[in-house]
């Protein structure tokens, strides 16, 4: 879509070359800034000129430029003592996406689009990601994928405020996974997308629920929990009111195959 409102693309080298103001918009992949009208916006900041390394991988983990193309991280690999690094192409492939998206759209332009479906606010979310956030004229700050996201296109960016990248440590890439997903339609949005992972020796089980609730909720636990200690973890963390209703399921609907999927899960980790 042409954005007839644009006056202006800037191009900085640097991020303290930029002079935000209202009427500023950041431009990473795109895919959503040009599918639809930006009234508001009247200037474009583009930040590829910024040449943040897409994927930097660690003795102590990842680091995910907001940047970084979904067709980059899906030809990651990473060391063979990441056991959970083939969930970035599962959840890759949940994407509701043409091959145009996918070779412009971003990780970071997932996630700040704070969607209850975006995929890669499930897989960073589900990895323990952590969000390092740039704000005009401060110092950088920090916060968990899981409390970035705050409700259904909200989250904790203040005005001007950039996503740099999403760390994931590497204790969260050793565990083993297991996921689920479900859409009403074969290529559908998702309705729910629910991860497990779990830690050597059945320690350490955390359940990341997504797409059926309007932000990402986590469930930890010590150890593998019983069927029933799961279930009851559910009920109490997500009541009847707290499950996100769209027209790609409703809340009674999501919160039934929430609970299905999450044994499932239960039962694969075990």
Request: glycine residues 8%; charged residues 20%; hydrophobic residues 45%.
């Amino acid at each position: 879509m042409n954005l007839n409102t644009i006056a202006q693309v800037k191009r900085p080298k640097s991020f303290e070359d930029v002079e935000w103001r209202d009427g500023h918009a950041w431009l990473a992949g795109g895919t959503w800034l040009f599918s639809e009208p930006q009234v508001a916006t009247d200037t474009l900041v583009d930040l590829e000129r910024l040449g943040w390394p897409s994927l930097t991988a660690t003795p102590t983990g990842l680091e995910i430029a907001a940047t970084c193309k979904i067709r980059e991280l899906a030809a990651f690999r990473g060391p063979a003592a990441w056991r959970a690094v083939p969930l970035f192409q599962k959840c890759i492939d949940s994407f509701l996406m043409s091959f145009k998206i996918w070779n412009a759209a971003t990780v970071g332009g997932n996630i700040c689009m704070s969607l209850p479906a975006g995929a890669m606010i499930s897989l960073t979310a589900a990895l323990e990601g952590i969000c390092t956030l740039w704000p005009v004229g401060g110092p950088p700050r920090e916060v968990t994928v899981v409390d970035f996201v705050t409700g259904m296109h909200t989250n904790v960016l203040q005005k001007g405020e950039l996503l740099r990248k999403i760390y994931l440590p590497s204790a969260a890439l050793t565990k083993r996974f297991a996921m689920r997903q479900v859409s009403l339609t074969h290529f559908g949005r998702s309705a729910a997308l629910i991860i497990g992972t779990l830690g050597d020796n059945g320690y350490d089980f955390t359940l990341t629920v997504t797409a059926a609730t309007p932000r990402p909720v986590q469930l930890k636990f010590t150890k593998l929990p019983s069927a029933a200690e799961l279930r009851q973890a559910i009920e109490e963390r997500l009541p009847p009111d707290a499950w996100f209703a769209d027209v790609h399921g409703s809340a009674p609907y999501k919160r039934h195959i929430t609970f299905y999927l999450a044994e499932q899960i239960r039962a694969e980790l075990s």
